[in-house]
């Protein structure tokens, strides 16, 4: 069982950053994390994925070149830098773990966050 508290949402003005990190607690080790958002009315999508060693990374087109990925492993976290922010970043953002090396797919991600706001004004 793997337990996950995201932190570090709140408000911004259009082209500020924001960094959320994800608490882990349980085995991560091996496994897949990932960020993901949720807007209202809309499905929940894929932000950003790393595996394990790091040596994987995947990114969602409409963030590539303003979001990072990283994770501690050594402090079990996973964080995710967010730069540039647009009005359309606002959503709720969700930090989540797959028991397995690799995958995007959503359905795949076994634990999940409670979720953290993230809104950005224009």
């Known amino acids: 069982q793997v337990q996950l508290v995201e932190s570090g949402g709140g408000l911004v003005q259009a082209g500020g950053s924001l960094r959320l990190s994800c608490a882990a607690s349980?085995?991560?080790?091996?496994?897949?994390m990932g960020w993901f958002r949720q807007a209202p009315g809309e499905e929940r999508e894929l932000v950003a994925a790393?595996?394990?060693?790091?040596?994987?990374?995947v990114y969602a087109d409409f963030v590539k070149g303003r979001f990072t990925i990283s994770r501690d492993n050594a402090k079990n976290t996973v964080s995710l830098q967010m730069n540039s922010l647009k009005p359309e970043d606002t959503a709720v953002y969700y930090c989540?773990?797959?028991?397995?090396?690799?995958?995007?797919?959503?359905?795949?991600?076994?634990?999940w966050g409670q979720g953290t706001q993230v809104t950005v004004s224009s």
């Open positions: 790393i595996t394990w060693s790091g040596d994987r990374i």
């Open positions: 989540a773990v797959a028991p397995r090396s690799w995958t995007v797919a959503t359905a795949l991600y076994n634990y």
């Open positions: 349980g085995r991560t080790s091996g496994y897949a």
